[in-house]
């Protein structure tokens, strides 16, 4: 007779005449690697018990029915672009639920399916390894797939399969670069100081932190600035001295640029700045005349006849193309000036009325935009009688 519990009973039987037991469907070792079990001879014509109960046990003993598995994927890995072979990238674990006491059911190996030549994988760790140098702005990412075989990868080796992503990180290895030779700006004569007068760009192959650059003038011109836009990484050139066309109407200037973060080791890729030149061409405004003189003072005698010459003043085109002046009195009944800026008197003058007079006088380019400038002139007229003496 043979006693079991009763979670049991649909496992074994027993051969009431012989004595074997047989199990009466498929056994996993993996969810139950022995059976606890009691047996008795029981006398078929009494039947009373012919001797003590015993225990015996019966041991389920492994197959390799179970393939590996990777439990802790999917993988992801991070590693800088440019590492030197042999570098750690991740370890990878495979489980195989056989015995890893019955021969080579649970021994694993692990292989590349993918990823050469560019990793490695050592077989009996998982642990995969930079096998060549590799460039994030090539490539900035690789998909790896490892395969895992029991039985140390013998005939009959169940296997299973895993995908790694492994992403580049940048390293500084790329300067910047213009790509232009020459860039063409222009500016105003009129433009004040801290005027933007056009922008400059270099191109970095890296990204973040290792694609800020800073400009800079390599001639120190106290004319010209350039500064750098944090934000789009152009170089914004300024006006730090006013300009004047008739004095110099071009500039060429030399500008550079570097990257502003540069690891030690990584300073080999950065030994000569890259250049270019900056053309700013200065525009002509039209100016107003300018007269010779900051001020005036003529004197005349009172009682002078109409027409009488009083003086004469001068203004002339600061402008390269030196426009003709023409000249105005600005609300005066009494003086009157002509093209070539000579005054004269239109009504008499009495010294005892007034003893000074205080003109505008307005000097106007002949052209078609023409502009203005204002001088006050004084004229002084003293008295008569004391000139006779």
């Known amino acids: 007779k043979l006693n079991y519990p009763s979670l049991y009973l649909h496992i074994f039987v027993i051969d009431e005449r012989t004595g074997d037991i047989y199990a009466i469907q498929k056994l996993d070792r993996e969810e139950r690697s022995l059976y606890t079990l009691r047996a008795q001879v029981i006398d078929s014509t009494t039947g009373r018990a012919v001797e003590p ?4 046990v019966i041991r389920v003993s492994d197959i390799n029915d179970n393939e590996p598995k990777f439990l802790d994927e999917p993988y992801e890995a991070i590693v800088p672009e440019m590492s030197p072979e042999g ?9 195989d639920a056989d015995d890893p006491a019955s021969g080579n059911n649970a021994r694993l190996l692990y292989s590349l399916l993918q990823g050469q030549p560019y990793f490695s994988i050592e077989p ?34 169940l296997s299973g399969t895993t995908s790694v992503l492994i992403k580049l990180s940048d390293v500084n290895d790329n300067k910047p670069i213009f790509k232009e030779r020459l860039y063409r700006l222009t500016v105003s004569e009129s433009a004040p100081t801290g005027t933007s007068i056009g922008r400059i760009m270099a191109y970095d192959n890296d990204i973040g932190e290792n694609a800020e650059m800073d400009y800079s003038i390599e001639d120190d011109s106290q004319t010209f ?51 270019t030149f900056v053309r ?22 009172e009682e002078s006849p109409h027409g009488s010459f009083v003086g004469m ?26 093209d070539n800026g000579t005054i004269i008197t239109t009504n008499p003058l009495d010294r005892e009325i007034s003893a000074w007079y205080n003109l505008s006088i307005t000097a106007t380019e002949k052209c078609k935009y023409s502009f203005r400038t204002t001088h006050w002139l004084s004229i002084y007229f003293q008295p008569f009688n004391n000139l006779q003496m």
Do not use: C
């Open 53 to 56: 109960e015993s225990e015996f």
């Open 87 to 95: 570098t750690l990238v991740i370890q990878v674990t495979a489980t």
């Open 124 to 157: 009996t760790t998982g642990v995969i390894r930079i096998s060549s140098k590799m460039d994030r702005e090539l490539q900035d990412e690789y998909w790896v797939i490892i395969q895992a075989k029991d039985m140390i990868g013998l005939p009959g080796a």
């Open 225 to 275: 600035d350039i500064i750098t836009n944090n934000e789009t990484q152009e170089g914004i050139v300024i006006l730090k001295k006013k300009v004047d066309f008739e004095h110099q109407n071009h500039y060429l200037i030399r500008a550079n640029v570097k990257n502003r973060h540069v690891a030690e080791h990584l300073m080999e890729y950065h030994v000569e700045a890259s250049t």
């Open 280 to 301: 700013v061409q200065v525009e002509d405004e039209d100016e107003p005349p300018v007269f010779l003189l900051p001020y005036y003072l003529f004197e005349i005698l």
């Open 313 to 338: 003043v001068s203004a002339t085109d600061p402008d390269q193309r030196k426009s003709p002046i023409r000249y105005s009195i600005t609300r005066s009944k009494v003086f009157s000036i002509d």
